[in-house]
C-alpha cells in the first residue's frame, strides 16, 4: 500500500470515527435527557403513593388502638376476678378453667397471671409453663411486662408482632395485680389486624397506577421487605418476584431515608421511602417503568443523524484526495534520495531541494543529513570503545594472573575451567594441569562440608571467609582461606569465583598469641594469689603492731624501760614487713588491673615538704645531704596524692640507699606542653601551642653507686636489682621502682633513668598535672570537729575474733572509751538497741550476717541510723562501705592512733557515746577496744556483721567501727543491714579494714559509711580523730 493510499484510508477512517463519535454522543445525550424526565415523573409517582400508603395504613393503627383500649378492660377485670377467686379460696384448676371460658367466650385468646417472682401460675393454657424475666436479652417481648411486678407502671400495651415463640401475630396487654405484686397479662391473636393493615386500599391505588405501558408494575413494602401491596403488568415475568439486588436496594432507600432511580436494563426502577405517622420510615415503593417509549425516539433521531453524517464523509473523501496528492510527490523523493544514500554513503543532489522546504518534508531532509553526520562520529568512537575494551581486558587479565593469591573459576559441581599462576607458587600445579579436575579431589576430607557450602550458596554477593585445607603437588596439606562469589547469573562469566589466600603464617601467628593469653592468664593468678594473701597476711600483723605499740605505752607507764626497745624493734619488723606486703599488694594490683587511682586536687609544694620531712632521717642515717630546689608557679596537681607521694619516697629512699657521704638533689619543675620533651617526641619533633596540658617534673640525682646499662635496663622489672651482691649489702625487695614506673603509667606519666657506675644516677619521674581520670573517685564528706564532752563515749565492737575484742577493748579503755562487743552481727545490734554506744567497730567477715549486712541493718535501724559505724576489716573496699553508711573505713592491721583519731572524730565528748566495734579478728577487736575505750568511749564490739546486727536491736550506738571482710555478715551485709531499717540509717560507721577496697567496694559503701581506714596504714590518732569528727557532725545543730 502506497503512502497516496495510506493517507486516503488514515482521512476516512478519521472522518467516520468522528461522525461515529458525534452521533453517539448526541444519541447518548438525548437518550440522558428523557431518562432523566422519565425519572422525575417516576419520582412523582412513587412520592404521591407513598403519601397515600400512609394515609392507608392509619385505618388499621386505629383498629390496633381500639383493640388495645379493649384488652387492657379484659386484663383489668382478670385481675379483679382473680383477687376475688383466691379470697374465696378457690383452687388455681377452678381459676384456669374460668379463664379458659371467659377465653371462649371474648376476643381474648391467653391469659397469664404470675406470682411476686414472675411464675405464671394461673392460665387458660395449662399446658404450657412460662415465667417472666427481666433479661431483655432472654425475653426480649416479655420482659417489658416486668415493670408491673416492681409496681413502676400499672398498663403495659404493646403493638401487634410476631410471637417469640412461634411466627404468629399476637397483642399483649399487662396491668399489675390490684391485691398484690403480679402480672396479669392478656393476649390476642392479631392476624385480623394484620390482614387489614396490608389490604385496606393499597392493591386498589396500586392497580390504578399500573397503565402498562409506562408503570408496567408497582411493589409496596414495610421495614422487613414484606409486600403491603402489588400490581404487576401480564406478562412482565420479570418483576413478578423482588430480587436480592432489589431487595438490598430497598433495604439501603429505607436505611439512608433516601429516594433511588435505577435503570436495570428495559426497566427504569424508582424508590421512595414511606414515612408514617411518627414520622419514621415505615416501608417503602417501588415503580417499575417500562423504557420503550425511550428507545423509540432515539430511533428517530438516529435516522436524520445518519443522512447528515453520509454528507459529510462524502465532502471528506474529496478534501483528503487533494491533500494526498500534495504530500505524497515530496516524500517519493525524499525516498530516493534514502535509497541512493544506502549505496553510496554520500547523500544526492535532489536531497537538497527538499531540505529548502520550509514545512515539515524540508524539516525531515535535515534531519537526515545530521543523522548521517551522526552515524559517522558514532562509528569511530564505537571503534575507539573495542580498543579501551581490548586494554581494559589486558589489565585485569595481568592483575589476576601476577596476583599472589589463586583465582579459581568453577561450575556449581566443583569442575575447574580456571586457575590462575598463582596456584604453581601455592599449590605446586600448573595451572593448565588443573582444567577440566574437580575441586574437590584437591581438599580435605575435613574440609569438604565447607566446600559444598562455598559452591551452593546461590546468592549473588561475596561470601564469608571459609578455611579450606588443600593438598599441594608434593602431598603436603596447606591452608587455605577461601571467598567465593556466585557468578552463574552473569552470561560473561557464567560460574563461582573462588579467591584463595595462604594462611599459613597468620595460623601460626594464632597460635602464639593464645599461648600468650594462656601466659598472661597464668600471671593474672598469681597476681591475685599474692593480693589474698596479702589480704590475709595483714590481720596477724595488725595485731602485731598494735600490741607492740601498746606494750610500749605498757612499759613506760610501768617504768620498765629495758623491754621499749625490744618493743620497738618488734614493731618497726612488723611495719617492715607490712611494707612489703603492700608492695606486694600493689605490685599484684597493678598486674590483675585492680589498682584504681582516686584522683584529688594538691598543692605540689606542701606535698614535697611533706616528702622530704618524712625521708629526712633515712637521709641523714648515710651522712648524706639533701638538696631540694622547687621552681616558681608549680601550682596544684590533680592526681593520685598517695601514688605521688609513695613515687617520691621510694625515689629518695633509695638514693638515700645506695649513696653514703653524698648529696641527693631533688629538683621539681613544672613544664608547659612545649617544654614537655616527651609531648614533642609524641609529635616527631613539632612542639605544640601553649595548652593546659602542663606536667610536673620531679628529678632525684644522687652521687652513689651508679648502674652499668644492662642493670638501667632491669631497675624497673619487678623482683630486680642491680646484682645479687647489691641485695645482700643493701636489701630489699626489688619492687619499689617497678611499682613506682606502673603508678606513674597508670597516671599518664613515666620514669627515666640516666645513670654510670661509680657516678651516680638520676631518675626523672614525668606526671600530667591533671590526671584524666578512669572513674571518678568517691572520698566521704569531712566534717568539722566539734568541742569533746568529758562524758566517755561508748564503743561497740562488733567482730567475730575475741582476740580482736580484748585488744580494742584494752586499746579503747587505756583511752578512755567504755567498750561493749559483740561476736555476731546479731549480738552486735542487740548491744547497740541496748547500750547505745557512741560508735560501733564493725568488721566484715562475720559467720551468718557479714559486716556489710549488719552495716546496713544498723542504717535502716531509727533508733541505731545516728550511730557512727567504722568499719575495722581485712577488706579493703572504702566504696562499699561507704556506700552502706559506714561512719569510717579502716583496713587491717591498723594503728590504735588512727583508730583513735575516727573514733574521736565521731564523738564530740569524752563520756557518754557509745561505739560498736565490729571486727572478727581477736587482736585486731581487743587492739581498737582499748584504743577507743582509753580515750573515754563506750565500746562494745561484735565479731561479725550478724552478732553486731543483733546488738543493734537492743543497743543504740554513737558510732559503728566495722571492719569489711568478716564471716556469716561481712561489712557489706552489715552496712546493707543498717541501711534498711530506718532508726539505723542515720548511724555513723567507720570502716576500718584490711582488705583491698576497690572503686566497686567502695560504690556499695559511699553514702551509707562516713570513712574508710586502713588496717596498719591507720594511726590510733586517725581512728579517734574520724570518731570524733562523726559524733561531733552527729550532736551538732
Not at 607490712?578 to 594538691?602: P, V, W
Request: charged share 20%; net charge negative.
Amino acid at each position: 500500500m502506497n503512502l497516496r493510499s495510506r493517507i486516503l484510508l488514515l482521512v476516512t477512517s478519521l472522518l467516520v470515527t468522528t461522525l461515529a463519535v458525534t452521533a453517539g454522543v448526541l444519541t447518548w445525550g438525548t437518550r440522558q435527557s428523557i431518562l432523566a424526565q422519565q425519572s422525575k415523573d417516576g419520582l412523582l409517582m412513587a412520592q404521591f403513593l407513598a403519601r397515600m400508603v400512609r394515609f392507608a395504613n392509619r385505618v388499621p393503627r386505629d383498629v390496633d388502638d381500639l383493640m388495645g383500649e379493649q384488652m387492657v378492660v379484659q386484663a383489668t377485670l382478670a385481675s379483679h376476678l382473680v383477687a376475688i377467686a383466691e379470697q374465696a379460696g378457690m383452687s388455681p384448676t377452678d381459676i384456669n378453667a374460668r379463664l379458659q371460658a371467659i377465653a371462649d367466650t371474648t376476643v381474648v385468646d391467653e391469659f397469664w397471671i404470675t406470682d411476686s417472682q414472675g411464675n405464671a401460675y394461673l392460665r387458660n393454657l395449662t399446658t404450657v409453663n412460662f415465667s417472666f424475666s427481666p433479661d431483655p436479652q432472654k425475653q426480649p417481648q416479655a420482659s417489658q411486662f416486668w415493670p408491673l411486678l416492681e409496681g413502676k407502671q400499672a398498663v403495659v400495651v404493646q403493638q401487634a408482632r410476631q410471637r417469640e415463640i412461634d411466627d404468629r401475630i399476637f397483642k399483649y396487654v399487662g396491668v399489675a395485680g390490684v391485691d398484690k405484686p403480679r402480672i396479669v397479662q392478656v393476649g390476642f391473636a392479631a392476624a385480623l389486624l394484620n390482614r387489614i393493615r396490608n389490604q385496606v386500599g393499597l392493591e386498589r391505588l396500586a392497580d390504578q397506577l399500573v397503565d402498562g405501558t409506562t408503570v408496567v408494575a408497582v411493589r409496596v413494602v414495610d421495614t422487613q421487605l414484606r409486600n403491603l401491596a402489588r400490581s404487576i403488568t401480564a406478562g412482565q415475568r420479570q418483576v413478578a418476584s423482588l430480587t436480592d439486588q432489589d431487595a438490598q436496594r430497598l433495604q439501603t432507600v429505607i436505611r439512608e431515608q433516601q429516594n433511588l432511580v435505577v435503570l436495570d436494563g428495559d426497566l427504569l426502577k424508582v424508590m421512595v421511602p414511606i414515612w408514617g405517622d411518627d414520622n419514621q420510615v415505615a416501608g417503602a415503593t417501588l415503580l417499575y417503568l417500562s423504557t420503550e417509549p425511550l428507545k423509540q425516539a432515539l430511533w428517530r433521531d438516529m435516522g436524520r443523524m445518519a443522512i447528515a453524517s453520509g454528507a459529510i464523509l462524502a465532502i471528506g473523501l474529496a478534501a483528503s484526495l487533494l491533500l494526498a496528492s500534495r504530500v505524497t510527490d515530496p516524500v517519493a523523493r525524499l525516498t530516493q534520495s534514502a535509497t541512493a544514500l544506502a549505496t553510496t554513503q554520500e547523500p544526492p543532489d535532489s536531497l537538497a531541494q527538499v531540505a529548502h522546504r520550509h514545512d515539515e518534508l524540508g524539516v525531515l531532509a535535515q534531519t537526515f543529513q545530521q543523522m548521517m553526520a551522526a552515524v559517522r562520529d558514532r562509528e569511530l568512537s564505537l571503534h575507539q570503545a573495542k580498543e579501551e575494551l581490548r586494554r581494559s581486558e589486558e589489565y585485569f587479565r595481568a592483575l589476576i594472573e601476577n596476583a599472589s593469591d589463586v583465582v579459581f573459576l568453577v561450575n556449581p559441581e566443583g569442575r575447574l575451567h580456571y586457575a590462575s599462576p598463582a596456584v604453581t607458587g601455592v599449590l605446586g600445579y600448573a595451572a593448565d594441569a588443573l582444567l577440566d579436575r574437580l575441586l574437590a579431589d584437591l581438599v580435605a576430607l575435613d574440609s569438604q562440608p565447607a566446600l559444598q557450602a562455598l559452591l551452593q550458596q546461590t546468592a549473588t554477593v561475596v561470601s564469608r571467609p571459609t578455611e579450606l585445607k588443600l593438598r599441594r603437588q608434593d602431598g603436603a596439606w596447606v591452608t587455605l582461606e577461601a571467598i567465593a562469589h556466585n557468578l552463574l547469573e552473569n552470561p560473561a562469566i557464567n560460574g563461582i569465583i573462588l579467591n584463595l589466600r595462604d594462611i599459613s603464617e597468620r595460623k601460626r601467628a594464632e597460635a602464639f598469641q593464645l599461648e600468650k593469653e594462656s601466659a598472661e592468664q597464668a600471671n593474672r593468678a598469681k597476681s591475685q594469689f599474692l593480693a589474698n594473701m596479702s589480704h590475709e597476711l595483714r590481720t596477724p600483723l595488725n595485731a602485731i603492731i598494735g600490741y607492740s605499740e601498746m606494750l610500749q605505752e605498757e612499759a613506760a607507764d610501768l617504768g620498765q624501760a629495758d623491754f621499749i626497745p625490744d618493743l620497738e624493734r618488734i614493731h618497726q619488723a612488723g611495719k617492715h614487713l607490712l611494707t612489703l606486703i603492700n608492695d606486694i599488694l600493689d605490685l599484684s594490683k597493678i598486674e590483675a588491673g585492680r589498682m584504681d587511682l582516686y584522683l584529688e586536687t594538691f598543692d605540689v609544694r606542701a606535698l614535697v615538704q611533706e616528702v622530704v620531712s618524712t625521708v629526712a632521717p633515712l637521709i641523714a642515717k648515710n651522712h648524706n645531704r639533701l638538696e631540694v630546689h622547687c621552681a616558681d608557679g608549680l601550682g596544684s596537681m590533680h592526681a593520685d596524692q598517695t601514688k605521688v607521694r609513695q613515687n617520691l619516697l621510694n625515689l629518695l629512699s633509695n638514693a638515700a640507699k645506695f649513696t653514703e657521704h653524698g648529696t641527693i638533689t631533688l629538683t621539681v619543675e613544672r613544664l608547659s606542653a612545649t617544654e614537655n620533651p616527651r609531648a614533642a617526641n609524641d609529635l616527631g619533633g613539632h612542639l605544640p601551642e601553649p595548652t593546659e596540658d602542663d606536667c610536673l617534673r620531679f628529678t632525684v640525682s644522687d652521687t652513689g653507686i651508679g648502674m652499668t646499662q644492662d642493670q638501667q635496663a632491669r631497675v624497673f622489672q619487678a623482683f630486680t636489682q642491680a646484682d645479687a651482691s647489691t641485695t645482700r649489702k643493701y636489701g630489699g625487695t626489688g619492687l619499689g621502682l617497678a611499682i613506682a614506673q606502673r603508678f606513674c603509667q597508670m597516671m599518664g606519666g613515666e620514669i627515666e633513668v640516666v645513670s654510670e657506675p661509680g657516678q651516680g644516677s638520676t631518675f626523672t619521674m614525668h606526671l600530667p598535672a591533671a590526671v584524666r581520670p578512669v572513674a571518678a573517685p568517691l572520698t566521704p564528706a569531712t566534717q568539722e570537729s566539734p568541742p569533746v564532752s568529758s562524758q566517755a563515749p561508748l564503743i561497740l565492737v562488733i567482730d567475730d575474733d575475741p582476740t580482736a575484742h580484748d585488744l580494742m577493748r584494752r586499746f579503747l579503755e587505756k583511752e578512755g572509751f567504755r567498750v561493749q562487743t559483740a561476736l555476731t552481727p546479731q549480738e552486735g545490734l542487740q548491744r547497740a538497741k541496748q547500750e547505745r554506744p557512741t560508735a560501733i567497730t564493725l568488721d566484715v567477715i562475720m559467720p551468718q550476717v557479714d559486716g556489710w549486712a549488719l552495716l546496713s541493718a544498723f542504717k535502716s535501724d531509727p533508733d541505731l541510723a545516728e550511730i557512727p559505724i567504722v568499719m575495722v576489716t581485712i577488706m579493703d573496699d572504702y566504696c562499699r562501705g561507704y556506700a552502706l553508711g559506714a561512719a569510717d573505713y579502716l583496713v587491717k592491721p591498723i594503728e590504735r592512733d588512727r583508730l583513735l583519731k575516727v573514733l574521736r572524730k565521731h564523738c564530740s565528748r569524752a563520756q557518754g557515746n557509745h561505739i560498736l566495734l565490729v571486727e572478727d579478728d581477736p587482736a585486731t577487736r581487743d587492739l581498737v577496744r582499748q584504743t577507743l575505750e582509753k580515750e573515754g568511749f563506750t565500746v562494745t564490739a561484735a565479731t561479725n556483721g550478724r552478732l553486731a546486727l543483733d546488738i543493734l536491736e537492743t543497743l543504740q550506738p554513737d558510732l559503728v567501727v566495722l571492719d569489711l571482710m568478716m564471716p556469716e555478715v561481712d561489712g557489706f551485709g552489715f552496712v546493707a543491714a543498717v541501711q534498711q531499717r530506718e532508726a539505723w540509717r542515720s548511724l555513723p560507721i567507720v570502716v576500718l579494714t584490711a582488705k583491698d577496697v576497690t572503686v566497686e567496694d567502695r560504690l556499695r559503701l559511699n553514702g551509707y559509711v562516713q570513712q574508710i581506714l586502713e588496717k596498719g596504714a591507720c594511726t590510733r590518732e586517725e581512728l579517734l580523730l574520724q570518731i570524733q569528727t562523726l559524733l561531733a557532725a552527729k550532736i551538732s545543730p
